[in-house]
């Protein structure tokens, strides 16, 4: 690529200013109305910084209506149980956010005054810098810059950064000063917004449309035709998984799992069974396949195979703990994963 560099210097506080202005008032403009934003309050910023973690922003949209339908306001969601809050949740993934959205409203709602700063933020359940960076500029107008993946894309393709970075995290922790050394004193909490909603739908992964970027005279990338060749992130080696879930039957229903020692991530949610419990023995030859679905986490590429046991012995032990059976009924109130619902749905239809 041939350095390109832009006729703007963003040390200097006459550029910084026009830098400011111009995301801005482009983001006033062209920022899609999201229903966190009709009517922001801290809470509807807290909660859609928690479903937007690691989620899209067309899949959070549902469950965030929900939400605040159910739970309008902290107060009620500390009141719920852990139950309803992860049954809304179902679908969402990543369930130690609701667990840890649903302890931080336990505590907010106990307070009598609503700290401002980042570090009372941070010491709260599942607030990270990110979550901090985010809730302070927003509801508190805190001068806190952001950097999440869509900051990280425009600040490298800004500056054409060529530091070839570990993963995305270490980008983010990295490039936190840089987004720190433009945030706009005035605004933070919509110039924090700005950043990310421009990498959101203007500086894209691929195609991102320099033409009409309200930053392009700022952008070295952009100008010299060259915005995909940033961020520079370590390819990661993709790993492959096969896992089997068993497909159990009786009378008192599907036999389900819940990993009762998974503190973090699946306690209280619901799979098909990765094994047999050990009260039970199967004769191989009733085996059959009854699904195989591929889904990607992360860089590890997973191949599940769904498996039906139709003749197994059961002993007349009690089911260990973990697991149960389930009636349809039943099936329907758990909360269940949510590629687990489908795959059981596709399976009953
Ligand atoms: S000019 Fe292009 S690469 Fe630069 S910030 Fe704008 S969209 Fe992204």
């Known amino acids: 690529m041939k350095n390109h560099r832009s006729e703007y210097n963003l040390k200097k506080p006459e550029d910084l200013y026009k830098f400011r202005s111009s995301i801005l008032s482009w983001y006033r403009f062209h920022k899609r109305e999201l229903p966190w934003r009709k009517s922001p309050s801290l809470y509807k910023t807290v909660v859609s910084e928690f479903m937007l973690q690691q989620t899209r922003v067309v899949t959070v949209i549902p469950y965030f209506e929900n939400w605040i339908r159910n739970y309008p306001d902290f107060l009620s969601l500390a009141k719920a149980s852990e139950d309803e809050v992860l049954k809304s949740w179902e679908g969402l993934g990543y369930y130690s956010r609701a667990r840890n959205l649903h302890n931080l409203a336990k505590i907010v709602s106990s307070w009598k005054k609503v700290p401002d700063?980042?570090?009372?933020?941070?010491?709260?359940p599942g607030v990270g810098p990110y979550i901090a960076a985010a809730v302070t500029s927003i509801a508190f107008q805190k001068v806190e810059?952001?950097?999440?993946?869509?900051?990280?894309?425009?600040?490298?393709?800004?500056f054409s950064?060529?530091?070839?970075f570990k993963d995305g995290a270490t980008a983010q922790k990295k490039l936190q000063t840089t987004a720190q050394s433009l945030i706009?004193?005035?605004?933070?909490?919509?110039?924090?917004?700005?950043?990310?909603?421009?990498?959101?739908?203007q500086c894209f992964r691929q195609s991102p449309i320099c033409l009409t970027c309200p930053v392009l005279n700022f952008c070295t990338s952009g100008q010299a035709g060259a915005a995909e060749q940033f961020p520079k992130l370590e390819k990661k080696k993709k790993k492959k998984k096969s896992i089997h879930r068993y497909w159990i039957e009786s009378d008192k229903g599907l036999l389900l799992f819940s990993n009762p020692r998974s503190k973090k991530r699946l306690s209280g949610i619901y799979e098909l069974p990765e094994s047999m419990p050990s009260s039970m023995e199967s004769k191989k030859e009733a085996e059959k396949i009854l699904l195989t679905k591929k889904r990607t986490i992360g860089n590890v590429d997973y191949l599940e195979k769904i498996i039906e046991i139709s003749n197994y012995a059961e002993n007349e032990i009690e089911l260990e703990c973990g697991y149960r059976w389930a009636s349809r009924k039943e099936i329907n109130k758990l909360t269940l994963s949510g590629p687990h619902r489908k795959w059981i749905q596709e399976i009953l239809d």
Do not use: Y
């Open 117 to 124: 700063s980042m570090e009372a933020w941070k010491a709260l």
């Open 145 to 158: 810059a952001v950097c999440d993946g869509n900051v990280v894309r425009v600040l490298t393709r800004i």
């Open 161 to 164: 950064i060529t530091e070839k």
């Open 184 to 201: 706009d004193q005035d605004h933070p909490g919509d110039f924090n917004q700005a950043m990310m909603e421009l990498g959101a739908i």
